[in-house]
C-alpha cells in the first residue's frame, strides 16, 4: 500500500481514573467520522503521567488490555497508546501496539524522566520495537525518549533499507515546554528522513501540571501536515503517503553519510 492513514486523539485525561478515561475514549473512537489504519491515544491514556503505579497498574491480560482489543477488533484498526503494567515485581510504562486480530507488540519506555521521579517508581526498557503496517515500519517511543537522538537514530541498510518510515511518540509533554516538543518532533523526521507521530494530551493533571497537546505529523521534511490546534479537543486523521517518502528519500540522500555507529 502507498499510504497510512493515521488517527491522533487529542484529548485531557482524568487524573488517575482508569473507568472515566475508558469510557471517554470509547465514546471518542465510536465517533470517529473515517476509516483509520492507526489510532494513537496518549501516553498513560488510563491515568494521565503519575509517579503511584502501585493500585493503578495492570497485568498485561488486564481489563485496559482488553478493552484495546474490543476497540481495534470494532475498528478494524491497530490502538496504540502507554499505560502502566505490572510486570512480575516491576512496574513499566509500556506502550502497547493492539492489532484488530488481537494480537500486539509492546514496547517499554526506555529514558525515564529523573526530573519527576519516574525512575524511582518504574523500569526502563531495553529494546527497541519495530513494527510493520501496510509495509510502513513504525518505531514507538515514549514521551521523554524524544529528548535522545540517538536511541530515536534511523540506518539504512544495503539490501534491507531503512529501519524504519515513522517515528511514533506518545506523551505527556508540559504546555511550559512545548516549544522543545515541536522543535524536536521536527528535528528528529529531518534527521531520519522519515514521518513522525507525536501525540500529546491536555488538560491539567493532579500535579496542576498544564498540557497543550501541540500534537502533529511531521512529513520527511519537517512540515507538519496536522491540522490539530494547541489546546484543541479534537481527533485528525492524516493520511501519509508512501510515495512522497520514497520519492523524498530517493532525491535527496544524507543517508549515504549517516555515521555508521557501532552501538547506541
Same mark, same amino acid.
Given at each position: 500500500m =502507498?499510504?497510512?492513514t493515521?488517527t491522533?486523539v =487529542?484529548s485531557?485525561l482524568? !487524573? @488517575?481514573?482508569r473507568?472515566?478515561n475508558?469510557?471517554?475514549?470509547?465514546?471518542?473512537?465510536?465517533?470517529l467520522?473515517?476509516?483509520t489504519?492507526l489510532?494513537v491515544l496518549?501516553?498513560m491514556?488510563?491515568?494521565?503521567?503519575?509517579? @503511584?503505579?502501585?493500585g493503578?497498574a @495492570?497485568?498485561?491480560?488486564g481489563?485496559?488490555m =482488553?478493552?484495546?482489543r474490543? *476497540?481495534a477488533s470494532?475498528?478494524?484498526?491497530?490502538v496504540a497508546?502507554?499505560?502502566?503494567? *505490572?510486570?512480575?515485581e516491576?512496574?513499566y510504562n509500556?506502550f502497547?501496539?493492539?492489532q484488530?486480530?488481537g494480537n500486539?507488540?509492546?514496547?517499554?519506555?526506555?529514558?525515564?524522566?529523573?526530573?519527576?521521579?519516574?525512575?524511582?517508581?518504574y523500569?526502563p526498557?531495553t529494546s527497541?520495537?519495530? #513494527?510493520?503496517l501496510?509495509n !510502513?515500519k513504525?518505531m514507538?517511543?515514549?514521551c521523554?525518549?524524544?529528548?535522545f537522538p540517538? !536511541?530515536?537514530?534511523?540506518?539504512?541498510?544495503?539490501?534491507?533499507?531503512?529501519?524504519?518510515?515513522?517515528?511514533l511518540?506518545?506523551?505527556? !509533554?508540559?504546555?511550559?515546554?512545548s516549544?522543545?516538543w515541536r522543535?524536536l518532533?521536527?528535528?528528529?523526521?529531518?534527521?531520519n *528522513?522519515?514521518?513522525v507521530?507525536?501525540?500529546?494530551?491536555?488538560?491539567?493533571d493532579g500535579?496542576?501540571i498544564d498540557y497543550s497537546g501541540?500534537?502533529?505529523v511531521?512529513?520527511?521534511?519537517?512540515?507538519? #501536515?496536522?491540522s490539530?490546534l494547541p489546546?484543541?479537543e479534537?481527533?485528525?486523521?492524516?493520511?501519509?503517503?508512501?510515495c512522497?517518502?520514497d520519492s523524498?528519500?530517493?532525491?535527496?540522500?544524507?543517508?549515504?553519510?549517516w555515521?555508521n555507529?557501532?552501538s547506541?
Amino acid at each position: 500500500m =502507498q499510504h497510512l492513514t493515521v488517527t491522533l486523539v =487529542q484529548s485531557p485525561l482524568f !487524573w @488517575e481514573d482508569r473507568e472515566k478515561n475508558l469510557d471517554m475514549f470509547t465514546k471518542k473512537l465510536q465517533g470517529l467520522e473515517s476509516t483509520t489504519d492507526l489510532v494513537v491515544l496518549p501516553e498513560m491514556f488510563t491515568t494521565g503521567f503519575t509517579m @503511584e503505579p502501585k493500585g493503578l497498574a @495492570e497485568p498485561m491480560e488486564g481489563k485496559t488490555m =482488553q478493552w484495546m482489543r474490543d *476497540q481495534a477488533s470494532a475498528g478494524g484498526c491497530v490502538v496504540a497508546g502507554s499505560l502502566i503494567i *505490572q510486570d512480575k515485581e516491576s512496574f513499566y510504562n509500556r506502550f502497547i501496539w493492539m492489532q484488530a486480530d488481537g494480537n500486539y507488540y509492546s514496547y517499554d519506555k526506555k529514558h525515564l524522566f529523573s526530573y519527576a521521579g519516574e525512575n524511582k517508581n518504574y523500569t526502563p526498557g531495553t529494546s527497541k520495537t519495530i #513494527i510493520e503496517l501496510n509495509n !510502513w515500519k513504525i518505531m514507538p517511543m515514549i514521551c521523554y525518549d524524544l529528548r535522545f537522538p540517538v !536511541w530515536s537514530r534511523n540506518r539504512h541498510t544495503e539490501g534491507a533499507g531503512f529501519d524504519f518510515d515513522c517515528l511514533l511518540y506518545v506523551a505527556n !509533554w508540559p504546555a511550559s515546554r512545548s516549544h522543545v516538543w515541536r522543535i524536536l518532533l521536527m528535528a528528529r523526521a529531518i534527521e531520519n *528522513q522519515c514521518y513522525v507521530v507525536g501525540l500529546n494530551r491536555l488538560g491539567q493533571d493532579g500535579n496542576d501540571i498544564d498540557y497543550s497537546g501541540d500534537s502533529a505529523v511531521i512529513d520527511p521534511t519537517g512540515e507538519n #501536515i496536522s491540522s490539530l490546534l494547541p489546546f484543541e479537543e479534537k481527533t485528525d486523521t492524516v493520511v501519509m503517503t508512501r510515495c512522497s517518502l520514497d520519492s523524498f528519500r530517493d532525491s535527496f540522500r544524507p543517508w549515504v553519510d549517516w555515521d555508521n555507529f557501532q552501538s547506541d
